[in-house]
């Protein structure tokens, strides 16, 4: 079963870890992601279709930013997702 025949709460988002480019110091020590992850990065896989009070603006394929403490981790099919509510995302895109 693929990821695309399951399907998600009306105000919830599974997303894709987007991998961030590792940064390192003039002096080729590298920053780990921990030391600025302030906002994590994902791309859309699932959204639900909303609710009338919370309308659902970002749809599969948008990149979102929310805060890293805002997902519960989850794995489907040995591939590791987050699980986000609409209201948690910061900017879509």
Do not use: H
């Not at 791309?43 to 279709?49: A, D, I, R």
Request: glycine share 6%; charged share 30%.
């Amino acid at each position: 079963m693929e990821i695309k025949d399951k399907n998600v709460l009306p105000t919830k988002l599974l997303v894709e870890k987007t991998k961030r480019v590792q940064k390192k110091t003039l002096s080729g020590i590298i920053i780990p992601d921990t030391a600025e992850e302030v906002t994590s990065l994902g791309k859309v896989v699932l959204c639900g279709k909303g609710t009338e009070a919370i309308p659902m603006e970002v749809k599969v394929g948008d990149n979102v930013m929310f805060p890293p403490r805002a997902v519960i981790r989850v794995k489907i099919e040995d591939d590791d997702y987050w699980l986000l509510n609409i209201q948690d995302v910061l900017l879509y895109w």
